[in-house]
């Protein structure tokens, strides 16, 4: 099975000039837990990800205002993309060996066309697939700890 096949197309994207409030609502309306960055909603090139967690963790707990804090420093860059004509195995890989719930598509130049998450796979995998990847996306990680 091809990427294409499953991935969300043209998803609802934000700018890096969006406010920390602007980006809440659009993935409390959404429902969804991130929500990809680009450069700006014409070309729709890819800068990174943001999630609620990182909204959370940064504007809740920091004491920020939501109204007036723009996300650009709350971006994760570089984020782990994928092509809409690779095969789903190595996207789910991908998930794995990051530890990562969502993977934005990307086309040849870079800009944002889909993305498929967790819940994608979950809805058409086979169940020991599934599981074995949520797996490994919630093993908990060792890096940056003492040991």
Do not use: F, Y
Not at 7 to 29: F, H, N, W
Not at 37 to 49: A, H, K, P
Request: hydrophobic share 35%.
């Amino acid at each position: 099975m091809k990427v294409r096949e499953i991935m969300t197309r043209e998803p609802v994207c934000c700018t890096a000039e969006d406010t920390a409030q602007k980006v809440a609502g659009i993935l409390r309306d959404q429902n969804i837990g991130s929500v990809p960055v680009v450069l700006d909603q014409q070309s729709r090139t890819l800068l990174g990800m943001i999630t609620d967690r990182d909204l959370c963790c940064t504007v809740v707990a920091g004491g920020l205002d939501p109204k007036t804090t723009k996300i650009q420093k709350m971006i994760s860059l570089s984020p782990v993309t994928c092509r809409d004509g690779e095969n789903l195995d190595e996207c789910e890989r991908l998930m794995q060996s990051h530890q990562i719930r969502r993977i934005p598509v990307v086309d040849s130049e870079g800009h944002c066309i889909g993305i498929v998450a967790q819940a994608d796979l979950a809805l058409r995998e086979k169940p020991e697939k599934v599981s074995r990847t949520v797996a490994e996306i919630s093993r908990p990680s060792t890096s940056g700890l003492a040991a």
